[in-house]
């Protein structure tokens, strides 16, 4: 299976302002996806990161808050966009490979805004 | 969509007793089935997984079971320990499918405490 790098691990940020997350698979995949868990809760999938195109969003997420990019096979980022408190959780990416029915995840990043 | 729902949402069991957590399934189409389990602060780690070609599958003191009809599937945890002790999260999906059926959904989670 994949292996991701995830950074940042964890960053506490001011209120209005933003924050990018990196996700690099170690080889290419098929999908990337990106996910919220807010503390205690389940992995809630905020979108499907699309190489060279706009990501596909789940209800409830947009794009001016949580724009995406997936430059290549290997690469995504999440922007967490003009945060309040209530953003604060934990972000993961996951990835699959094509033809492999398996998931793999980052180690996820904690975010605290205040 | 694809709706998964999971029992129980907390499971306190004896060190050395076995622990089943159960999830349903919503989408006919969906046909692997992951178990993830998350201990504080670190990412989910698949501990089993099965297919809709398969009923059961066993792996040490792990089991799945899968009923395709009744559109539920269930983990079975044998001759628990305490380092068992974790949130555990069962998931759906049809990674080969289309759309939206190729993500991950999740179920909401069940905390396992085994107590020594």
């Known amino acids: 299976s994949a292996v991701i790098s995830q950074k940042p691990s964890r960053d506490i940020c001011q209120r209005g302002t933003s924050l990018t997350i990196q996700c690099q698979v170690d080889?290419?995949?098929?999908?990337m996806f990106w996910y919220r868990q807010q503390p205690g809760q389940s992995l809630t999938l905020i979108a499907t990161?699309?190489?060279?195109?706009?990501?596909?969003?789940e209800s409830g997420f947009v794009i001016d808050k949580f724009p995406i990019s997936r430059p290549n096979l290997t690469f995504s980022t999440l922007t967490v966009s003009n945060m309040s408190p209530e953003d604060s959780s934990i972000y993961l990416c996951?990835?699959?490979?094509?033809?492999?029915?398996?998931?793999?995840f980052g180690s996820g990043t904690r975010l605290t805004v205040v | 969509g694809e709706n998964v729902e999971q029992h129980p949402s907390t499971l306190s069991v004896q060190e050395g007793d076995s622990a089943v957590i159960k999830c349903t399934y919503s989408?006919?189409?969906?046909?692997?089935f992951p178990w993830y389990k998350q201990e504080l602060g670190k990412r989910p780690q698949l501990i089993i997984d099965?297919?809709?070609?398969?009923g059961e599958k066993k792996d040490q003191r792990i089991a799945v079971t899968l009923n395709k009809t009744a559109k539920h599937f269930s983990l079975h945890i044998t001759e628990t320990q305490p380092e068992d002790s974790a949130v555990y999260f069962c998931?759906?999906?049809?990674?080969?499918?289309?759309?939206?059926?190729?993500?991950?959904?999740f179920g909401s989670g069940t905390q396992l405490t085994v107590l020594p």
């Open positions: 989408d006919s189409a969906s046909n692997y």
């Open positions: 998931a759906a999906s049809n990674p080969l499918g289309s759309g939206s059926a190729r993500q991950l959904t």
């Open positions: 080889s290419q995949v098929t999908m």
């Open positions: 996951s990835d699959r490979h094509q033809g492999s029915y398996g998931y793999t």
């Open positions: 099965i297919r809709s070609n398969v």
């Open positions: 990161a699309n190489q060279g195109s706009e990501a596909t969003y």
